[in-house]
């Protein structure tokens, strides 16, 4: 009982600020979503990793161990998608990047929070990092055939997690006003991201919810299983092995559906994984969490 009140604890604030979103919308009151997104994405977000990679205390070591297992994880987990995607006939265009990229910026960064505490927060940013550097770069190649590194480097997220990781590698600190500041402006990212998430899947209709519910499945199975294994084999410890886990082990993005409507693949089916897998990790994630805490 104790352990269920726990779990339940750490997931009714996330889903129930996403409901919030999924009834805003519901309810006809409007919501400017490309504009709170573009705040999100290009100010607070940045704002909480360069803070939070800033002021780690996680020790160098463990963060080292850490990234090189996120950089594992997620090219393991991109070997064994498109392999997948190969086998299936699936259009790899449509179907790739949604199954190898999660959700781990709106779901996974307020799990990893409100699971381990603010040194979860820390682990789960530079999960967060990996993944956000390897989707605008691999995840695009995957959906519009084409990339830019100058695009990328000039991505506020990419440029907060390469300047926070300097400071943290020199040991410089911005002037504390200024910290303050950042990190104010960082506390926003996780309401809006979770309200945002819930007004997105209210917004989106699904399409091919057979295909969707397996395929969301195995995605699952996939990466907990590849998460999981490269946990063990770098030996991470029980709270940067967790989020790990966590972090992988998140619903499709619903950045997926909007990079699928910009390339021209399936959208639709798209927004069916996004719809059904995040339905699923209302049930899934829970019975992870009972498993890692």
Not at 57 to 79: D, F, K
Not at 124 to 153: C, D, E, H, N, R
Not at 248 to 253: D, F, R, S, Y
Request: aromatic share 10%; hydrophobic share 60%; proline share 4%.
């Amino acid at each position: 009982m104790t352990l269920a009140l726990t779990v339940l604890e750490i997931v009714a604030p996330v889903f129930i600020l996403a409901a919030i979103g999924f009834t805003w919308v519901k309810v006809g009151i409007e919501y400017r979503i490309n504009f709170v997104t573009q705040m999100a994405m290009t100010l607070a977000v940045p704002c909480l990793i360069f803070v939070s990679l800033m002021r780690t205390q996680i020790e160098p070591a463990a963060l080292t161990s850490l990234t090189l297992a996120s950089m594992a994880a997620y090219g393991a987990l991109s070997v064994v998608i498109i392999a997948l995607v190969w086998a299936l006939r699936l259009n790899r265009q449509t179907f790739a990047a949604p199954l190898i990229f999660g959700n781990t910026g709106n779901l996974g960064l307020p799990l990893a929070l409100f699971a381990f505490g603010d040194v979860g927060l820390d682990y789960a940013v530079v999960v967060f990092a990996i993944m956000a550097i390897w989707s605008f770069t691999f995840g695009i190649w995957l959906v519009a055939g084409a990339g830019s590194l100058g695009k990328v480097l000039r991505e506020p997220l990419v440029g907060a997690t390469l300047l926070g990781a300097l400071f943290l590698w020199q040991g410089w600190q911005t002037p504390t006003f200024l910290t303050n500041a950042l990190e104010l402006v960082g506390q926003m990212a996780i309401p809006l991201m979770l309200i945002t998430l819930g007004v997105a899947v209210a917004r989106l209709t699904p399409g091919g919810v057979g295909r969707a519910i397996a395929l969301s499945a195995v995605k699952l199975a996939v990466c907990v299983g590849i998460a999981w294994g490269v946990g063990l084999w770098f030996d991470l410890d029980p709270t940067a092995f967790g989020v790990l886990v966590l972090q992988v082990a998140t619903p499709v993005a619903v950045t997926s559906y909007m990079l699928a409507e910009k390339y021209g693949a399936d959208a639709q089916s798209v927004a069916g994984l996004v719809v059904v897998s995040t339905l699923m990790a209302i049930g899934a994630l829970p019975l992870l969490l009972a498993v890692l805490l």
